[in-house]
């Protein structure tokens, strides 16, 4: 079976947000500073639909990252909002033509229609767990991996239910000292992982995980 | 002017000891999980007098952070205990050939006569900060390297104080959910790090920065 693969970037001190994230801020103050490392990849840039940018050490690492996969699951944060959604609802923070180019999976408590963008990207909404989201993304991705794309809560969720197969964290030299910690809300479960590849690259290390080995 | 350096093994959320440290248990509950990778080295039981052992991909790195050190500093609580020492003071957790074989300064409140130790390791104490103990350290090192032994209050203070030149994390793929935080009691105080050195080995990953760039 195709597996459930999750990156996500994090500071030297365990934080994947900043603190006080809001909707003006959804990564938390000073939580850009995590992600500086992609923004100005062309491997980043092209997806986004921007041309040019750099090619460095990470190049491979986020190609990789964005290959073979055929669906996203993600949590309600991560999309834009929290719902419930209304009449007329907001269509999350990913604006006309979203970078995924895949059907999307969004782990939420509050039913809705399906949202279809441009550029391959529809936005599906799971009422009834993380079980049932990652089924209906797996049956999207018709033997591609599914893409496990955050934030922390929904994450800790699936790490918790040991459903992450691989893990790629793309630690950021930074000491951030307060936000959203990705290893927290665990509540003592056993996570065993064992690091694959450690990459050195401008501005970030990334580290691959087999999980459950 | 020799560097400073510092190493030591902390857990994916960041902890370098478990919860409930003790004079029976230093490392706290779970914290032996942390040291694991290191303790069936050759490279490691070599300076612990005992034969034989294991060669991976962390010899070299082990070999590389004794190699050059010509003096320690650490807290009290490493050295193995927080004094008053009284008229027939412990001698800490090391027995009488202790691993260092150089001169070790400890960070303390309280002063203390040096004990000369076999193998050619001297405990100092260190009563007037971690600035004094360093300069200290420096002119016993005679041009060679300072190492930074631990635990995580020392070496928070010597982080915040700006003092470190190189940090190497000993990455465990555990998560222990509790303990000691290596990055912790910073009070804000600016951390710049760039990573120069990643290496995969059984049990860990070895993430080597320079610290202040």
């Not at 006309?96 to 599906?124: N, Q, S, W």
């Not at 970030?204 to 999980?211: A, D, E, N, P, Y």
Request: hydrophobic share 40%; proline share 5%.
């Amino acid at each position: 079976m195709a597996g459930l693969r999750f990156d996500i970037s994090m500071s030297l001190d365990g934080f994947v947000a900043g603190p006080n994230q809001s909707e003006e801020n959804p990564l938390g103050e000073g939580g850009i500073q995590l992600h500086e490392w992609a923004l100005e990849l062309a491997a980043w840039r092209r997806p986004h639909g921007e041309a040019g940018g750099e090619v460095n050490a990470s190049t491979e690492v986020v190609e990789e990252s964005l290959g073979n996969v055929g669906a996203t699951v993600m949590g309600r944060n991560m999309f834009g909002g929290e719902g419930p959604w209304g009449d007329d609802p907001w269509d999350g923070w990913w604006g006309d033509d979203p970078p995924f180019h895949m059907p999307v999976f969004i782990v939420t408590h509050h039913a809705r229609e399906p949202v279809i963008k441009e550029g391959g990207t529809t936005f599906t909404f799971v009422t009834d767990g993380i079980e049932s989201a990652l089924e209906e993304a797996r049956a999207a991705a018709a033997g591609k991996d599914v893409a496990l794309g955050g934030g922390a809560n929904v994450a800790q969720q699936y790490l918790k239910a040991g459903l992450i197969d691989e893990m790629q964290l793309h630690v950021v030299p930074v000491v951030l000292g307060a936000g959203a910690r990705l290893f927290d809300n665990l509540d003592g479960a056993e996570i065993s992982l064992k690091c694959t590849r450690a990459v050195v690259a401008p501005g970030v290390t990334h580290l691959r995980f087999r999980v459950g080995e």
